[in-house]
């Protein structure tokens, strides 16, 4: 346990303070958690949120239950409800947010070391975050394949059956299986990527979660692996997991107008608005 005299990193609960350690020699390694949150000023629902969230929105598919919509065993015996959701969700129409932008500022400044995320929407890539330091632990739409033999499908193709509300189908001769987005259904493993990084958790200087209820497994558990002595920061609409370690930082709110507080302390605003106005 941290020893009681030992001051804190980031003394106060604000982005002031978190900016002021963000300058500081000492912070150089910038770990993030992304979740749904991040993307729903982008005009991409969460999944969780009362009211707003997918979950409570998803009595037109008949689903047994709503995660069902993204569960293997389901998808096989049925993808019309994947389907006619994945029209909705299909990376093209959706922007980057300024979280996604300041993701990118990160990395300008040389301080982004991985960003983990959680979401599909590939929103970071369009930011402008390397591919490189992006671990989309959840996958993504950005490629497609059979769930039978696993050959890939063509990105034009997948493109047009998603648009046009068909079930793209495999076309290798004697499989015909149904073609899905890489995307980790429930039921799936997380890409291998994912695992050989958390290891690099433990350079972290800071670790910052955005718009996440950190409630899906192994993702969430990722805040438990960078050291003792690195802040964290939760940045949400509402308070999730437990931020009980001496140097946890706790910043309520819209994740948006958070980001751009912390910008302003760090004189990065106008930076963050015309590469957000860029994108
Ligand atoms: N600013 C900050 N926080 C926000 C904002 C916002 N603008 N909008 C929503 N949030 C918060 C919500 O209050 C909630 O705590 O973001 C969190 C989103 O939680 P979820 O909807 O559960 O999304 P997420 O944590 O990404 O879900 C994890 O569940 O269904 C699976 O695979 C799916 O990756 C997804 C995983």
Same mark, same amino acid.
């Given at each position: 346990?941290?020893?009681?005299?030992?001051?804190?990193?980031?003394?106060g609960?604000?982005?002031?303070?978190?900016?002021?350690?963000?300058?500081?020699?000492?912070?150089?390694?910038?770990?993030?958690?992304?979740?749904a949150?991040?993307?729903?000023?982008?005009?991409?629902?969460?999944?969780?949120?009362?009211?707003?969230?997918?979950?409570?929105?998803?009595?037109?598919?008949?689903?047994?239950?709503?995660?069902?919509?993204?569960?293997?065993?389901?998808?096989?015996?049925?993808?019309?409800?994947?389907?006619?959701?994945?029209?909705?969700?299909?990376?093209? /129409?959706? +922007?980057?947010? *300024?979280?996604?932008?300041?993701? &990118? $500022?990160?990395?300008?400044?040389?301080?982004?070391?991985?960003? =983990?995320?959680?979401?599909?929407?590939?929103?970071?890539?369009?930011?402008?975050?390397?591919?490189?330091k992006?671990?989309?632990?959840?996958?993504?739409?950005?490629?497609?394949?059979?769930?039978?033999c696993?050959?890939?499908?063509?990105?034009?193709?997948?493109?047009?059956?998603?648009?046009?509300?068909?079930?793209?189908?495999?076309?290798?001769?004697?499989?015909?299986?149904?073609?899905?987005?890489?995307?980790?259904?429930?039921?799936?493993?997380?890409?291998?990527?994912?695992?050989?990084?958390?290891?690099?958790? /433990?350079? +972290?200087?800071? *670790?910052?979660?955005?718009?996440? &209820? $950190?409630?899906v497994?192994?993702?969430?558990?990722?805040?438990? =692996?960078?050291?003792?002595?690195?802040?964290?920061?939760?940045?949400?609409?509402?308070?999730?997991?437990?931020?009980?370690?001496?140097?946890?930082?706790?910043?309520?709110?819209?994740c948006?107008?958070?980001?751009?507080e912390?910008?302003?302390?760090?004189?990065?605003?106008?930076?963050?608005?015309?590469?957000?106005?860029?994108?």
């Amino acid at each position: 346990t941290p020893s009681p005299t030992k001051s804190k990193l980031i003394p106060g609960n604000d982005p002031r303070s978190v900016a002021a350690y963000m300058k500081s020699e000492r912070c150089r390694n910038v770990f993030l958690m992304l979740g749904a949150g991040v993307s729903t000023a982008a005009g991409i629902p969460d999944f969780r949120s009362p009211d707003t969230g997918l979950y409570a929105n998803l009595a037109r598919l008949n689903l047994p239950y709503p995660e069902a919509v993204f569960q293997i065993d389901f998808f096989r015996a049925n993808p019309v409800p994947f389907y006619t959701l994945a029209k909705e969700l299909y990376p093209g /129409r959706f +922007a980057p947010t *300024l979280t996604h932008t300041f993701i &990118s $500022l990160l990395n300008t400044h040389s301080l982004l070391h991985t960003c =983990f995320t959680q979401n599909i929407d590939t929103l970071e890539r369009l930011a402008g975050v390397p591919k490189d330091k992006i671990i989309e632990a959840h996958g993504s739409f950005a490629s497609q394949r059979c769930i039978e033999c696993k050959m890939p499908f063509d990105d034009e193709r997948m493109k047009r059956a998603v648009e046009g509300g068909e079930i793209p189908k495999c076309e290798r001769r004697k499989c015909g299986g149904v073609v899905k987005p890489d995307i980790v259904f429930f039921g799936e493993s997380l890409p291998k990527e994912f695992y050989s990084s958390i290891h690099s958790l /433990r350079k +972290a200087d800071l *670790l910052i979660i955005i718009g996440t &209820s $950190l409630t899906v497994h192994p993702f969430a558990s990722l805040v438990h =692996f960078v050291p003792q002595k690195c802040p964290r920061v939760l940045i949400n609409l509402v308070k999730v997991g437990e931020f009980d370690r001496r140097d946890d930082v706790v910043l309520l709110g819209k994740c948006d107008d958070i980001v751009r507080e912390l910008c302003r302390e760090l004189e990065w605003e106008e930076e963050l608005e015309s590469m957000w106005r860029g994108v």
